[in-house]
């Protein structure tokens, strides 16, 4: 079984410049997420969607982050404008539900680094 | 706002020994609690997860856990060198598949 698949590995930025990132999930997974992971810190969740429908993006920086999962497959996360604060890496995981544990697996993620 | 904590260590242990990996959380409502391994500039890997007071063993590893004192730990026997990782601990609400995450503990194996 393939695991979950994201691109690109590495992008470096200048701040106020624009960046995507794209994520595949395993095959059958319905729930997507993306997590943001700063240097020293645990993953924070930034949006959950079910399908193509966002369950959670309450911690998503609306103002400058944008995600879509359009056909209920791949998702992309945008950032625009990028800040310094930005820099981390970013991580997509999908869930499979069995007798009510959510189990998560994790992409190998995209780190950014805004200059 | 819900709560995970972990020690950021790093705990360091030789070959052979035991590891003890803690961590506590803040609400009462989570239901299922998850160790993730994340080797440096990798993913998180999931290692084992809990959901019932008590221990859970699988191979080398034993989650235990103890919703009363809202604790959970991850203990590794035999360490080896390749254990040297940090550790996340990460919990879910009864109903709720997000999880939370604390820092993680560096753990370092000495051969």
């Known amino acids: 079984e393939a695991g979950v698949a994201q691109s690109p590995r590495y992008k470096i930025i200048e701040k106020r410049q624009s960046v995507a990132f794209w994520c595949n999930p395993i095959?059958?997974?319905?729930?997507l997420y993306w997590y943001q992971q700063i240097l020293g810190q645990g993953p924070k969740l930034l949006i959950q969607f079910q399908n193509n429908g966002v369950v959670d993006d309450s911690q998503l920086p609306k103002d400058r982050f944008s995600a879509e999962r359009l056909k209920g497959v791949d998702s992309t996360l945008k950032i625009q404008p990028a800040k310094l604060e930005d820099s981390a890496v970013y991580l997509c995981a999908s869930m499979k539900e069995t007798s009510g544990i959510y189990e998560q697996f994790f992409g190998p993620g995209t780190r950014l680094t805004v200059l | 706002q819900k709560e995970v904590e972990q020690n950021s260590g790093p705990l360091s242990v030789p070959e052979g020994a035991i590891a003890s990996l803690n961590c506590t959380y803040s609400d009462r409502g989570s239901q299922s609690f998850f160790w993730y391994r994340q080797y440096s500039g990798k993913s998180p890997e999931l290692i084992m997860f809990?959901?019932?007071?008590g221990d859970k063993e699988d191979g080398r590893f034993t989650a235990q856990l103890n919703k009363a004192s809202q604790y959970v730990s991850l203990l590794i026997r035999d360490s080896q060198p390749s254990d040297s990782a940090t550790y996340l601990c990460?919990?879910?609400?009864?109903?709720?598949?997000?999880?939370?995450f604390g820092k993680g503990t560096m753990l370092l194996v000495s051969p």
């Open positions: 809990i959901y019932s007071n």
């Open positions: 095959s059958g997974h319905a729930t």
């Open positions: 990460a919990v879910n609400r009864a109903g709720y598949s997000t999880l939370t």
